[in-house]
């Protein structure tokens, strides 16, 4: 059951939005009080967002459009990559002098299905503190929430994403003529990356052939001609 805030509340959580962007604005430095309150707000939003019926964009296509086994082996990949990320999660804060006072929020974007495979890796054991300080949302509730208190300069996050584009437009064949595969196979397109933790930023991607059944790796760091498409 959805409760009414109090007025008193109402404006206690004001006061929060105000001064967390007053610390925004200011030179003064962020402390781990800042960044863990900022990842409380997140929460709290995605708690009242999933209750809503936002578009989502063209990433959330239709289920029915996709077999059970295509988006179990999405949701494969898309796990085996993030969990890859996660595992050196600890030596990249470590290493990154601009994080050496508090330890940032962790952003993880993706899609539904990616959404699956990192509820998947939470229940691990051995990343159980990791997600302490890390929340995972679509690129669009990450997008609604930036249009709620953004945070352009990375001074409380850290945003890693990774999610896989299954349907690449015919227009786009002529950049895989390296990556040959039979007429009745996809291109499927892994997109990951980083921003906000400083020199080890990127952006990234891997091409894979699907055909119906199994996914096969065709070509990693792969540049992309339209990467928007």
């Not at 974007?109 to 699956?116: C, N, Q, S, Y």
């Not at 980083?194 to 540049?223: I, K, M, P, Q």
């Amino acid at each position: 059951m959805i409760q009414l805030q109090s007025l008193k509340e109402k404006n206690d959580g004001e006061k929060m939005g105000n001064a967390a962007d007053g610390q925004q604005n200011s030179s003064s430095p962020i402390t781990q009080s800042d960044v863990n309150a900022w990842l409380v707000r997140l929460r709290c939003f995605l708690a009242g967002e999933r209750k809503k019926m936002r578009p989502q964009g063209k990433k959330a296509s239709p289920r029915n459009q996709r077999s059970a086994c295509s988006l179990a082996a999405e949701e494969k990949l898309l796990e085996v990559t993030i969990r890859c990320w996660l595992a050196g999660l600890e030596q990249r804060l470590g290493n990154a002098s601009r994080w050496n006072a508090v330890r940032p929020a962790v952003v993880m974007t993706t899609t539904p299905v990616g959404i699956r495979a990192c509820e998947v890796l939470a229940e691990e054991s051995k990343f159980k503190s990791v997600f302490e300080y890390c929340c995972y949302l679509t690129e669009y509730e990450y997008r609604y929430w930036c249009k709620e208190e953004a945070d352009l300069n990375f001074r409380f996050h850290i945003n890693y994403w990774a999610w896989m584009k299954t349907s690449v437009p015919s227009t786009r064949m002529h950049e895989f003529c390296n990556y040959p595969i039979p007429e009745d196979n996809q291109y499927w397109l892994l997109r990951h990356g980083l921003n906000g933790l400083g020199e080890d930023d990127y952006a990234d991607c891997s091409v894979f052939g699907w055909d119906g059944t199994s996914t096969r790796l065709l070509a990693e760091h792969f540049h992309e001609g339209v990467p928007s498409v």
